[in-house]
């Protein structure tokens, strides 16, 4: 089993920036990936960013490509998403998550949310 605690949510206007920490506990040698996603209200949860964990290759969701870098720390197995020039459709709760293969996209373990709101 994996854990999963995200941190670093808040609320900000418009235009600031938030850093949202992922820090990953138990069987971490496991995990092939680890990402970001969220869920505004009323919507469906949606992709964010992904991370290979030991290669480093990253994705990001067109919606926050330029404004979002994804990052990790193997050291104190933690993953990190910088946000920044934050819109009101930003506000979601964002989840961390973690999957074991390589070949199936589907995520095993989840954090429990941190919400992020941003005023206009």
């Known amino acids: 089993q994996v854990q999963l605690v995200e941190s670093g949510g808040g609320s900000v206007q418009a235009g600031g920036s938030l850093r949202l920490s992922c820090a990953a506990s138990g069987r971490t040698f496991s995990v092939y990936s680890m990402g970001w996603f969220r869920r505004a209200p009323g919507k469906e949860r949606e992709f964010v960013s992904s991370?290979?964990?030991?290669?480093?290759?990253?994705t990001y969701a067109d919606s926050v490509q330029g404004r979002f870098t994804i990052s990790r720390d193997n050291a104190k197995k933690t993953m990190y998403l910088q946000m920044n020039s934050l819109k009101p459709e930003d506000t979601a709760v964002y989840y961390c998550a973690a999957r074991n293969s390589a070949f199936v996209v589907k995520y095993d373990y989840w954090g429990q949310g941190t919400q992020v709101t941003v005023s206009s």
């Open positions: 991370i290979i964990w030991s290669g480093g290759d990253i």
